[in-house]
């Protein structure tokens, strides 16, 4: 009696054990920052690893709830991305209510999987006064949920720091009148690579705050490195909410030794990555073929090279 009932603990501790694994949000609590360091409620240091859906005005029919908990069941993601357009013709500035339901179908699909979520503000240009009415209703409907992080400007592309700096200050204020507390992404200009400039010049008065950095392996090398390393060293707080080992175009061969010093990088700095993306355009960093349900239960067969070998390296920090 007494081996059967110590076999029935050891047995629940193993099966809460790996429950708990699956379940970052649940493990890690509500994030914080501390110095450089992304942290959870012990104050333990985080990596979150995921991927970014591609932009949901060309690519919706992957936005849903299904597709979340396969990304994070087969895929070992701890975080995706919903990458909401903004700009183009039918994206979140003529299709409001449509874009938001895209949006929302992935941050429940991450509650309900206990994963964390970015709200992406996916544009390449200023929208102030749209970006404060959008994050104001991203942050009272889902702001006290600690699966929650605000992206609140994608890839700033010809506007200085001070204008996006001015910019993100003001998206800033709207939310954390509501969500005191969950991380906020603030980006960096020419598509998220001059760090250096945000390390010089950094928002101030604020917690809970990292700049963005984005990177494509075959292009970007040592040099964006250095920049985030200078960063770094300047107290600055850095998540890579975008990357692929490919070519900045999106095309391209991989480059694996290139990317692969990128993740050794960032996992020896502790730095969270997020791949792109979720989308079967015919390119290079799409990583599905057309064939791919909408929902996942993805077969080998439906995924490019680029996404066989992202959730292969996903995978392989599935214990951590």
């Known amino acids: 009696m007494k081996l059967k009932s110590i076999f029935i603990t050891a047995t629940i501790i193993v099966i809460t054990t790996i429950f708990t694994n699956a379940q970052p949000v649940k493990k890690h609590g509500p994030l914080s920052v501390k110095g450089i360091q992304l942290v959870n409620q012990k104050g333990d240091d985080v990596v979150l690893r995921g991927i970014s859906y591609g932009w949901h005005n060309w690519w919706p029919r992957f936005y849903n709830t299904a597709s979340v908990k396969w990304l994070a069941d087969d895929w070992s993601c701890t975080v995706v991305r919903a990458a ?33 979520v970015i709200i992406d503000w996916h544009s390449h ?25 605000y992206e609140i400007f994608n890839e700033p592309v010809n506007d200085s720091w001070e204008t996006v700096k001015k910019y993100s200050i003001e ?67 850095v998540f890579i909410s975008e990357c692929a080992g490919m070519e900045a175009s999106g095309n391209g061969m991989i480059d694996y030794k290139s990317w692969n010093t990128w993740i050794d ?17 015919n390119e290079t960093c799409s990583m599905l073929y057309p064939t791919a349900s909408d929902s996942g239960n993805w077969k080998t067969t439906d995924l490019k090279e680029s996404g066989i070998k992202t959730r292969e390296k996903l995978n392989s920090f599935k214990s951590k």
């Open 171 to 237: 998206v800033i204020d709207v939310i954390r009148e509501i969500d005191p507390d969950n991380i906020i992404l603030v980006g960096s200009p020419h598509w998220d690579q001059d760090i250096h400039l945000v390390a010089d010049n950094p928002i101030t008065g604020y917690t809970n705050l990292m700049y963005t950095v984005h990177f494509y392996a075959g292009t970007h090398k040592k040099q964006l490195r250095d920049r985030t390393d200078y960063a770094l060293s300047k107290g600055i707080p």
């Open 265 to 281: 990088w960032m996992e020896k700095n502790k730095i969270s990555w997020v791949c792109w993306s979720i989308a079967d355009k």
């Open 84 to 116: 909401m357009g903004v700009g183009p013709r039918g994206s979140y500035i003529d299709k409001k209510e449509w874009s938001k339901e895209k949006i929302e179908a992935v941050i429940k699909g991450a509650i309900d999987n206990d994963i964390y």
């Open 125 to 149: 240009e200023i929208h102030t006064e749209e970006a404060k009415i959008f994050f104001a209703e991203m942050a009272k409907k889902y702001g006290q949920y600690p699966n929650i992080i």
